[in-house]
T-cell receptor
Framework: QKEVEQDPGPLSVPEGAIVSLNCTYS??????FMWYRQYSRKGPELLMY????GNKEDGRFTAQVDKSSKYISLFIRDSQPSDSATYLC??????????FGKGTRLSVIA | GAVVSQHPSRVICKSGTSVKIECRSL??????MFWYRQFPKQSLMLMAT?????????EQGVEKDKFLINHASLTLSTLTVTSAHPEDSSFYIC?????????????FGPGTRLTVT
């Protein structure tokens, strides 16, 4: 089983929709959870980070972590065409480098 | 958020030559930096972990004599691709780790696109 699993998509939604992006992981040592956004031909940009189970909200973005089921989610409200990118979840134990899954490609259609 | 820069953003070189890519943390000190490589429509693949003042740790399958990493200071790491070949053409991205209140976080540079002709 891979350490991090993400549905690669592509996921296509209309502008204004609520987007749900999900990720599962296998390593119970992961304590920190990050979401990155990567536009084509750019480096990943940190969107959200949290180190506990539960929800964390930042503007239109909400990160949700369920450590018991090793499941993490990112919700995007009122999605915009500018949100079209690849989203990478990155759980971490803190003292090891981030290992990424394939990421989910999102297209928001105007 | 913290800023990581890379230079150059794009480089084209001839087969057999060497190319150096610089990675700098602009507003924080990073004891640990990382180098990733990304092929089109693929995920980021970790190449090596670089600690300031010590030798880099390379991932399995990455040739340390081909990809030379130097972490000369707390704000600068360099990757040198030696004797580059067309198969080394890729997108190279550096990352720096910083400790925040909620835990350690990695910030990424904008990437360097290397084309070997």
């Amino acid at each position: 089983q891979k350490e991090v699993e993400q549905d690669p998509g592509p996921l296509s939604v209309p502008e204004g929709a609520i987007v749900s992006l999900n990720c599962t992981y296998s390593n119970s040592a992961f304590q920190y959870f990050m979401w990155y956004r990567q536009y084509s031909r750019k480096g990943p940009e940190l969107l959200m980070y949290t180190y506990s189970s539960g929800n964390k909200e930042d503007g239109r973005f909400t990160a949700q972590v369920d450590k018991s089921s090793k499941y993490i989610s990112l919700f995007i409200r009122d999605s915009q065409p500018s949100d079209s990118a690849t989203y990478l979840c990155a759980p971490s134990s803190g003292n090891t480098p981030l290992v990424f899954g394939k990421g989910t490609r999102l297209s928001v259609i105007a | 958020g913290a800023v990581v820069s890379q230079h150059p953003s794009r480089v084209i070189c001839k087969s057999g030559t060497s190319v150096k890519i610089e990675c700098r943390s602009l507003d924080f000190q990073a004891t640990t930096m990382f180098w990733y490589r990304q092929f089109p429509k693929q995920s980021l693949m970790l190449m090596a972990t670089s600690n300031e003042g010590s030798k880099a740790t390379y991932e399995q399958g990455v040739e340390k004599d081909k990809f030379l990493i130097n972490h000369a200071s707390l704000t600068l790491s360099t990757l040198t691709v030696t004797s580059a070949h067309p198969e080394d053409s890729s997108f190279y991205i550096c990352s720096a780790r910083v400790a925040l209140a909620g835990g350690p976080v990695q910030y990424f540079g904008p990437g360097t696109r290397l084309t070997v002709t």
